[in-house]
């Protein structure tokens, strides 16, 4: 257990340029806040003299000019409102999500629920390194998920089933990748162009096109800033609480291995990331992990397609 260092050493405190000011920054999981906690932060940037809040990257919303000497006052405010510090140093910061399947119609996932529940478990765990989190509903990444030290990403693997295929097209023009032809009068499906969005899944009229359910597709090491990088693929659940359980399980690996003072897409090789994969994959619930399993072009064209 580190030492408590007083509210002006907390993550969610960041000094400003001019020292006599910090800046607050809440925690506010998903980006969701009620009509009533939103009016409440309100009510406390005026009472302490703000003009106005910032927005964040990290969809958290950020009190500036706050005076030093009363941050256990503007602390205690916004935990009575619901909206206690977030967190902005080596820790597991503001948890990102899009709007995923609640709203946006190419959503496979719930992404806010998914982060509401990894906050509930993880916000603001002292770490060695920072450690961003992001979850998206679909392919689109709306949140970049795979640009965080941990991302997840609600994915749909179509697979052509048999069927009286009318060659109508619809599923080709639906697909952005190019991953779906008429051949011989039939649909046919190109698995190295597919990025199992799932989108064509809802577009066929005949319901040719079935998947066997969401995945979550975890990455890890990603990150924006300076030097980006593309995070590297884990591994992929079937269920949102396998899906948190893996994101714990990374969490606590990184907690337990990784060296301060370098950000985590820098050691990922050095903390020997292909053997933890291996390792996580092997504590998977039997049913939960994912296999890809699209049907080959040649078990279409010989199935009954036409
Ligand atoms: S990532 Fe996908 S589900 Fe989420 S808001 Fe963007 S388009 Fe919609
Ligand atoms: S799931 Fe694959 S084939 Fe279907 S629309 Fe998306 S990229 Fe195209
Ligand atoms: S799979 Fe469905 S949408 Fe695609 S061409 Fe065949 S009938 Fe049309």
């Known amino acids: 257990m580190l030492k408590d260092l007083g509210t002006h050493k907390k993550g969610g405190v960041i000094t400003e340029r001019n020292p006599e000011y910090c800046t607050i920054r809440t925690r506010i999981p998903a980006g969701m806040i009620t009509p009533e906690r939103l009016r409440g932060i309100a009510d406390i940037a005026e009472r302490y003299g703000a003009d106005a809040v910032q927005m964040t990257v990290r969809q958290t919303i950020e009190l500036p000019h706050m005076p030093p000497d009363l941050l256990d006052k503007i602390s205690h405010d916004l935990s009575s409102n619901g909206t206690p510090l977030g967190a902005e140093r080596d820790e597991v910061k503001n948890i990102l999500a899009c709007t995923g399947n609640q709203r946006c119609i190419f959503g496979n996932i719930d992404a806010t629920a998914l982060a509401m529940e990894i906050d509930k478990r993880l916000f603001g765990k ?136 370098r950000l985590l897409s820098d050691q990922l ?20 992990l994912f296999r890809p399993g699209i049907v080959a072009e040649e078990d279409i064209s010989a199935g009954t397609g036409t």
Request: proline share 6%.
């Open 269 to 288: 090789d050095d903390l020997r990331f292909e053997k933890f994969r291996e390792e996580i994959r092997g504590q998977i619930p039997e049913g939960e």
């Open 126 to 261: 002292e770490m060695p390194v920072k450690l961003r989190i992001a979850v998206s509903g679909c392919p689109n990444a709306c949140t970049s998920p795979m640009l965080n030290e941990i991302g997840i990403t609600g994915k749909i693997e179509p697979i052509r089933v048999p069927g009286m295929c009318t060659g109508c097209g619809t599923c080709v023009e639906y697909c952005k990748e190019d991953a779906i032809a008429i051949k011989k009068g039939i649909s046919v499906l190109d698995s190295s162009k597919c990025i199992d969005c799932g989108v064509c899944v809802r577009s066929c009229p005949y319901d040719l096109l079935k998947s066997s359910g969401p995945y979550y597709f975890i990455t890890v090491g990603g990150s924006r800033g300076r030097h980006p990088k593309v995070g590297r693929e884990l591994v992929s659940v079937r269920s949102s609480s396998v899906a948190a359980d893996v994101v714990e399980k990374v969490v606590s690996w990184v907690y337990r291995r990784a060296w301060s003072g």
